[in-house]
């Protein structure tokens, strides 16, 4: 079976059964410093105190990916969410699928992530690794602690496909 993705712009609402979109548009920031920053409090839930975890702060350096791509695997996090904020003014694309034993093929989807936006995967969202239209780094929040956090699916019939646009 070949199946060919092609991504979506995400918002907010097509991407809420996956995780947040970090964002600050539409959210109203508080005036912080005496006036010279602005918080924008509470943009995605970080998840990772199952089984006692801890939330850690990483760097990946991820490496430009070619396109059509060919997907054939999967991963999820069972035990915490997982975070990606780019650290430059560049879009990136995401690859999911909902909770479950293993990915559903037919309710596979990916999303166009904007400039100046991350994503926040909730605790067991099937999920391909960072895809990165340039070489990059990503500020990644996750979990490190006891217990199997990383669980992978490799695909055996499908022939699965994303393209960029």
Same mark, same amino acid.
């Given at each position: 079976m070949k199946i060919t993705i092609k991504p979506k712009k995400i918002t907010r609402q097509?991407?809420?059964?996956?995780?947040?979109?970090?964002?600050?548009?539409?959210?109203?920031?508080?005036?912080?410093?005496?006036?010279y920053a602005k918080r924008f409090d509470n943009l995605c839930k970080i998840n990772t105190s199952f089984k006692k975890g801890n939330?850690?702060?990483?760097?990946?350096?991820?490496k430009k990916r070619r396109f059509p791509m060919k997907i054939e695997m999967m991963e999820k996090h069972p035990l915490g969410s997982q975070a990606f904020v780019p650290m430059d003014k560049t879009n990136f694309l995401v690859f999911v699928a909902p909770k479950g034993k293993k990915p559903d093929t037919k309710k596979i989807k990916s999303f166009i992530v904007p400039t100046q936006t991350g994503i926040n995967y909730k605790p067991?969202?099937?999920?391909?690794?960072?895809?990165?239209?340039?070489?990059? #780094?990503? =500020? !990644? @929040?996750?979990?490190?602690?006891?217990? #199997?956090? =990383? !669980? @992978?699916?490799?695909?055996?019939?499908?022939?699965?496909?994303?393209k960029q646009k």
């Open positions: 097509n991407f809420k059964k996956f995780g947040d979109l970090i964002s600050t548009k539409k959210i109203k920031p508080i005036n912080i410093n005496d006036g939330t850690i702060m990483s760097i990946f350096s991820a067991g969202i099937w999920h391909f690794p960072l895809i990165s239209i340039k070489n990059m #780094n990503f =500020l !990644v @929040i996750d979990r490190k602690g006891m217990g #199997n956090n =990383l !669980v @992978i699916y490799k695909f055996k019939n499908e022939k699965i496909f994303l």
